[in-house]
């Protein structure tokens, strides 16, 4: 059974930073591309992040480029998302998703529970 686990959610105040990650099981982690995704209140799906599992590549959603840095340890099959230089516009519930393939951009076929992030003073 795919399993996708996030942890690393909480409160933050704008400019600061917090590190999420997605522990992964139910598959070979190294063989397929993954992504975070996030949900704003009241709003719709926003990707944030893919990594692709065979070269490395990663990208990002011009929201957060500059500020976020996704990694992959095929190891451990973790996912990780260090986010820094926080803005309120960053709240939300933060997804990690399994794509259907190597490539992130394949499309999600499994998704974690999400984990929230608040960014206020």
């Known amino acids: 059974e795919v399993q996708l686990v996030e942890s690393g959610g909480g409160l933050a105040q704008p400019g600061g930073s917090l590190r999420l990650s997605c522990a992964a099981s139910?598959?070979?982690?190294?063989?397929?591309?993954m992504s975070w995704v996030r949900q704003a209140p009241g709003k719709g799906l926003e990707w944030v992040s893919g990594?692709?599992?065979?070269?490395?590549?990663?990208r990002y959603a011009d929201s957060v480029n500059g500020r976020f840095t996704m990694s992959r340890d095929n190891a451990k099959s973790t996912l990780t998302l260090q986010m820094n230089s926080l803005k309120p516009e960053d709240t939300a519930v933060y997804y990690c998703?399994?794509?259907?393939?190597?490539?992130?951009?394949?499309?999600?076929?499994?998704w974690g529970q999400g984990t929230q992030v608040t960014v206020s003073s």
């Open positions: 998703a399994k794509a259907s393939g190597r490539f992130y951009f394949g499309g999600m076929d499994y």
């Open positions: 990594i692709n599992s065979n070269d490395g590549t990663i």
């Open positions: 139910g598959f070979t982690f190294s063989s397929y591309g």
